[in-house]
């Protein structure tokens, strides 16, 4: 038998043959043949070439539009799944701070979050960070830098996030077991009288975190006509349906004044403020209720909590609305809802 | 508190309910996942869906890992499935855009290697899906042939194969072009068999 190889035998093993994994003899007779071959010779300098040209080493990096988008939809899926299954597992959901998450938002910032491998990453809109999750309800705060919203805009810039889409295909039954999970989570808070501790050096909170079991009921009811949630019957699927709060407005006003003349000494920590002020949305939101995002920014010029709610209209639809709530980052008070249709939910 | 950590060890992190160790994860993997997607896909739009899907869904399946690969070769798998899936949900074709004025400026080792690399880049956008995948798990990514195998759940020797016919559309793309002398679109195919005809 010859050692001698065909041609068309060597120019179609060259591939191969540059991985170096043919037996000893093969290869022998492949080297062979190419010593008196140019067009083997060429082949074999264009396969080497062509690996090298898609050596790829480190990977190509992930634009940070996409780390953003990403990073949320994962703590998204956290905030959903993660929180309710570690409590169905039976471990006790803490009204206690977590510490990294006080630590970001407590004016450490930047710095903090990276130590503590938190996202930390740039959004598109004014500069953003994801720094983590509120207390233990899993909804994933993202604090913004110079974000300013106002009743104009604030429906266009926050009631589209891709973060929403993941949840547009929810079943009702997935999302009514869901809300259900966060409203016992919230009277289990209520109840316990942790937070109350925990927001000590504000002489209102007690107020501020019973604000889901009654008064607050009445405050927001008049937020959107009567009717939280009501269906936008004039409005067309994609446009916001915007309601101000008249009666609100003048409390706010008032408070807002009696606040400049007499400022409270200790603001409440972030995470007790996340709880109180998601307590008061929830009373305000008749349908299902999943909260998927809370932002701390400014809206109309003052400090804000921004909290974004998907539930259904009606309350036995799939999910299909993104509410925007407004709520004054001093006393959770409701100062503004907008609500958008969630896209492709139709 | 993670720099030192395994993937293993973060994966298991995860599963205990630790909070920060997917993020972790997503970390040291994202850019691997995306080049993965990229690659497989040929363009920005395509691959950003790909990779989110991926991560999604190894959040999701996490627990269904079992630890008898590495964690990057199971997230490999993962993702060349999203990629895979995506690619055969939406019907436009891959593409890579060649600069027309590469040739031109194609002068030296560099730049050379730079032409290279956005020629094969291009070609590797008209090879066949299989085919496409497979080199992109060998060469772009650098997995070894049973790690390939292992994330297209295809026989190692099936992989190879396809690894080495798109390497050799791939040269012959390129040949076509420092012969040719001109970039058209069609480089990757010209008058050498395209990867239709395989």
Redesign the interface.
Known sequence: MSDAVEHETAFGRLAAFLDGDLPAKEKAAIMAHIETCGACRTRLSSLSETVAGLSSPGGMPMPEALQVRISNLLAAERATSGAMARRRAGSRLRWAPRRRWVLALGGLGVAVALALGLVLVRAPRPETSTVGEAGGFGVPVVRSEGAEYTRANIAQSLGSLPLFDSFAGMKPAEARRRSQEFSSLLAERAGTGEGQALSAPRADSSSILAGGEGTTATQTAPLVGGTPGAEPAASPAASPVATAPSTRATDQTSKAAGAASSPSPTRAAPEVLAAACLAQVRSGVPGPFLPVYLEFARFEGRPALIYAVLTSVPASSPLNRVQIWVLSEDACDVVYMAQVQLRSST | ???VASDETLVREHLS?Q??A???L??RH???????C??VLGN?EDA?DA??DA??SA??SLGGFKGKAAFSTWLHRVAVNAALDLARRRSHTATVPLDPKLHADSTGDHAR?TE??L???HA?AGLPLEFRAA??LR????LSYEEAAAALDTPVGTV?SR???G??M???A??EFRSGGRITPSAAGGNSPTPKDI
């Open positions: 508190m993670n720099q309910g909070a920060g997917f993020e972790e997503f970390r994202r850019n691997r996942v995306y080049s993965l990229y690659h920005p950003a990779a989110q991560f999604l959040y999701r290697a290279t690399a020629v094969v880049a590797l080199v992109v060469d772009v990514q650098a190879k690894v080495h016919r390497r050799a791939l040269a012959e390129l040949e």
